[in-house]
């Protein structure tokens, strides 16, 4: 079984619960797991380079990214969340950090789990490069290689407290890892791509906490427990989740994202689709949607009038033409179609 953990390498929750999952894992009797890591942000305006806390305003909305979520006790276990019924469900809000918390971003709190007062979790640090990294590793050499690098990040931020988006930092963990292949992949600017997808594919699935474990369809936000985890691993396991094809699966993913109002991050994860079946007239549809909705208007009206002219009694298509027109200014072109979709389907009557 395959659990994905999306998780921020600089939110202290995600060093804490990744020794709770090892706890968890550790008297696991189950089928054997592979762990991989995803990426998550909770702090996107991060600077460049880490800076302390006191040299940068704070963002409120930073520890709520980087919580656990109620933390409920270990014996009545924690709900796990459903990821297949519908875009951008179930992953589950972070809460406030608890009495007994341990250090989040922006939140320098006491020694938890390895977490001192000290700890890097009092400085701001990008770690889009470190995520890269992280991609990249497990890109290269699987998950084993993947959690060397992880153990070795989390330790450089929260224990050494140095800066993880220094790109020499970055080599040194990498080559300390095994990874010898990282820091000229780094360099060279690899995993830009794969790290803006996997970061899209976070957000249409419904992570919203870091960290987040799923699995088989299901998640568990926050640092849990290890008793909890370990319940929702065995209710995992239990399941036996639709597998659906590579891009059925790519198509609902963008189809999330623009129902999110991420026109652009839904075009992203449909480039593929388009570059491979292109004349799937549902990956041309939902790429004219986005068009349109990215205000991207010629190429929303080169793709409806190629969709109207193929199936003229598509109303939808016609509707969405005659509005598309109508933002370019066309406005007799636009009555035209929007007159005979309104006929086809009163619903799209325009006042």
Known sequence: MRIEIWADVICGWAHVGRRRLAKALASWDGEPVETVWRPYLIDPTAPSRAASPADEPEDADAPAACAVPGAPPAETGAPAADLSTGPGAGAGAGAGFGADSGAGSGAGSGAVEGLGPASGAEWRADSRPAHRLIALAYESGGSALQDAVVERVFRAHFVDV??????????????????????????????EALLRELLL?????????????????????????????????????????????AEVERLRRAESLLDMRDPLGALTLLGPLLDEHGEDRGVRMLAARAYFASAQLNRARTALERLVAESPDDSYARHLLGRTLQRQGRHEEAATHLAMAAAMTPDYTVD
């Open 201 to 245: 594919v976070g957000k249409a699935i419904g992570v919203t906490t870091s960290p987040t474990i799923v699995a088989n369809g299901i998640a568990l936000a926050g640092a849990q427990p290890p008793a909890v985890i370990a319940e929702f691993l065995a209710d995992a396991a239990g399941r036996t989740p639709r597998r659906l094809p």
């Open 162 to 191: 140095v800066d993880i988006g220094d790109p020499a930092v970055l080599a040194r963990l990498a080559e300390e890892a095994g990874f010898a292949d990282g820091p000229a992949l780094l360099a060279a600017g690899a995993g």
